[in-house]
């Protein structure tokens, strides 16, 4: 599904297939290679990719396609991933500037499966979600011939942590309680409910039930339930936090994953607390500092606290969008 109707092919030699959990190493070599030639450096790791070939809203069989050179070396990789049963489907594609075709067929192929995942879920259309550097003017190029458009802009957010001027955890105010979901089960529900309300109308947001919900944050090796929080204003579950382990291995760094505020609270400092928390905790894990990634909505507070807290930007990501009717 290029520009035209028209489906290209890969270059005479070059095979493609599926990629099981054993092709990692390939895949994770094609994507770093693409990273490091647009920022400079590798930006995702080993156990990421796994993570992604094993995900529960990903099918090994039909989402994905290796693309080897006529020598056997992988050039290229190309994926369409569900959110859940939404029509909202994330592609993506890395291919090495050698075989610029090979490119061609791996964005064909993404948005062909694409609407093939809304259409098999029921939807009359397909909403194609794609993420791109804001250095990466090729792809953005790319993606502009291809109908997408700009729909909303990510910032890569960090602080970073003096050992010589500790974080002080803070103290709960009066009439906030917090709770840990470490091996509590209902807080662990209470952080879903947060979690769905608050972000029921942000960009690229999917609906998920409390079951599906956890298996796609437990699917990530990098997922750890005591890292989460809930907090709880006159006993009603308000907020909640969810750091993970995803910027360790590469970054020596923390990661906040959620935070949330139901709409009903917000405005009471309960975002300012659990991220002030969840700075103390990195910091005492001697971590170098914390990441997050942040939606730039003007309509939204969160960018202007988090700036407040004295985090800054050192990524930013343009999300790409395009809507593809579903025929029958």
């Known amino acids: 599904m290029t520009a035209t109707t028209e489906a290209p092919s890969l270059p005479a030699g070059y095979t493609q297939r599926p990629a099981g959990p054993d092709d990692a190493p390939a895949v994770l070599q ?10 400079g450096r590798p930006d995702y790791t080993l156990d990421e990719v796994a993570d992604d070939l094993a995900g529960p809203d990903f099918d090994p069989t039909r989402d994905g396609w290796l693309v080897h050179d006529p020598g056997g070396v992988a050039v290229g990789w190309g994926w369409a991933c569900r959110k859940g049963s939404s029509d909202t489907v994330d592609v993506d594609a890395y291919h090495l500037d050698t075989e610029p075709a090979v490119g061609d067929w791996l964005w064909y192929q993404a948005q062909r499966r694409a609407v093939a995942i809304a259409a098999e879920l029921g939807h009359s259309r397909a909403v ?21 458009s700009v ?22 105010p009066d009439g906030v309680r917090i709770r840990g979901t470490g091996d509590d089960p209902e807080a662990r529900h209470q952080a879903w ?6 972000f029921a109308d942000h960009f690229g947001f999917a609906a998920k ?21 809930v907090a709880y204003l006159d006993g009603v579950p308000a907020a909640m936090v969810l750091r993970s382990h995803a910027f360790v291995a590469d970054e020596q760094s923390g990661y906040v994953r959620l935070l949330a505020v139901r709409p009903e609270w917000q405005g009471r400092g309960l975002g300012r607390l659990l991220l002030r928390r969840a700075f103390a905790a990195d910091a005492a894990d001697h971590r170098r500092g914390t990441f997050l ?15 407040a807290e004295g985090m800054r930007p050192v990524q930013i990501i343009d999300a790409w969008r395009r809507t593809v009717p579903v025929t029958p």
């Open 293 to 307: 990634h942040v939606d730039t909505d003007p309509r939204r507070p969160a960018l202007r606290l988090y700036l």
């Open 151 to 172: 729909a909303t802009v990510f910032n890569r957010l960090f602080v970073r942590h003096d050992p010589a001027s500790p974080r002080v955890d803070p103290r709960e």
């Open 128 to 148: 194609l979600d794609a993420g791109c550097y804001r250095e990466d003017t090729a792809t953005a190029g790319r993606l502009a011939e291809l109908g997408f």
């Open 209 to 229: 039930a409390y079951p599906d919900w956890v298996g796609h944050l437990e699917s990530h090796s990098d997922h750890d339930w005591s890292l989460g929080e």
């Open 193 to 198: 409910t947060v979690h769905q309300a608050a």
């Open 30 to 39: 094609v994507i770093a290679t693409c990273n490091t030639a647009v920022i």
